[in-house]
């Protein structure tokens, strides 16, 4: 039975006891259509013109966090732990089973934002819930054992430990300088321009100054937004959709695994820490990061949170920007 623990001295939530299920030795894959009834049912799919689904959602068969679950929060002495609720589902993006996000048209990468705004909307409705958290692996390296491609969502009881570090951040900086902090990335990025990557009217795609891996790039809005769900107009949707686009057509260029994780703002309008009245729509600007994990290229060390990598932002960026897509 799995459980969430908190490490007291870092602070860091952990999900113990899950049991990870390695299915690709079943030599069928659960994702193509026609074995739809290998998943669970469907909680939200889009149609294609001639009925035939082009994006999908169901419950994870092996879910990390469960809906019926209660929180049931308790102690063991020093210690603080609470019951895996929360919800884990998957987003199968494609009826086709070898395409990757490189070859995704303008149509299909629409779908795939409609799905996941659809999502991440609905579950902050949950007031159990804590944080929705959606992202992606591609390839065996990025941990994907499933090639179909395929997004997860997850909602989280607590907020994951990188969320409440940029929340912390963001939330410092807003409080001195009364200014978004991503806003004044931004700005500085645009100045300087060494390592942007992509730009269009709405968004910016550029590698951050103190990268985790080679080619890591996140895309954001220019305009101050806090939600991922409330990209709805037209004109933001596809300025964003041609940037994801570009952008993973060059990553799947020059790496063959990555994550792409979105964050955006928590269930809540206030952090715990926080003693003011600022707002996370104030200060949290919504963005998404796609962190390449091929080894082959990326010969980068996790040593006791340190992150060491070879190439630098401002190279990562240059190499991106000459790929021609
Ligand atoms: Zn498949
Ligand atoms: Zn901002
Ligand atoms: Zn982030």
Same mark, same amino acid.
């Given at each position: ?5 908190? =490490? ?113 909307? =609905? ?54 300088? =009364? ?9 500085? $990025? ?25 080619? $890591? ?85 996790? $040593? ?22």
């Amino acid at each position: 039975m799995a459980e969430l623990r908190k =490490d007291p001295v870092s602070g860091n939530w952990c999900v113990v006891g899950y049991t990870i299920i390695k299915r690709s030795s079943l030599g069928i894959c659960p994702f193509c259509p026609g074995n739809e009834n290998l998943t669970p049912p469907t909680i939200k799919e889009i149609k294609n013109e001639d009925g035939t689904w082009a994006v999908r959602c169901f419950p994870a068969s092996n879910p990390i966090f469960i809906i019926e679950a209660q929180e049931n929060k308790r102690g063991e002495g020093i210690y603080d732990k609470m019951d895996n609720v929360g919800a884990h589902e998957i987003i199968v993006e494609n009826p086709n089973h070898s395409k990757t996000m490189s070859g995704f048209t303008e149509k299909e990468f629409r779908y795939i934002v409609d799905l996941y705004s659809d999502r991440i909307a =609905d579950l902050k409705k949950d007031r159990r819930l804590k944080y929705i958290l959606v992202f992606k692996n591609h390839g065996e390296l990025a941990g994907s054992y499933i090639f179909h491609p395929h997004s997860h969502v997850l909602a989280t009881p607590i907020i994951p430990q990188r969320l409440e570090l940029e929340l912390y951040n963001s939330h410092i900086h807003y409080a001195k300088k =009364d200014r978004c902090l991503l806003c004044d990335i931004i700005s500085q $990025e645009l100045r300087q321009n060494k390592r942007v990557v992509s730009i269009n009217n709405n968004f910016l795609a550029f590698c951050p100054f103190a990268s985790r891996f080679p080619f $890591e790039v996140w895309i954001l809005p220019r305009y101050h937004s806090a939600d991922f769900e409330s990209l709805t107009e037209e004109e933001k949707k596809i300025d964003f959709i041609n940037i994801l686009a570009s952008i993973m057509k060059r990553i799947e260029r020059l790496t063959n695994a990555y994550t792409i994780v979105i964050h955006t703002s928590p269930n809540m309008k206030k952090t715990p820490w926080q003693e003011d009245d600022i707002t996370v729509d104030d200060y949290f600007h919504w963005h998404i990061e796609i962190l390449p994990r091929d080894l082959r290229y990326s010969k980068y060390k996790r $040593e006791d949170e340190f992150y060491v990598i070879p190439t630098t932002p401002e190279e990562s960026a240059s190499m991106l920007r000459s790929e021609r897509v």
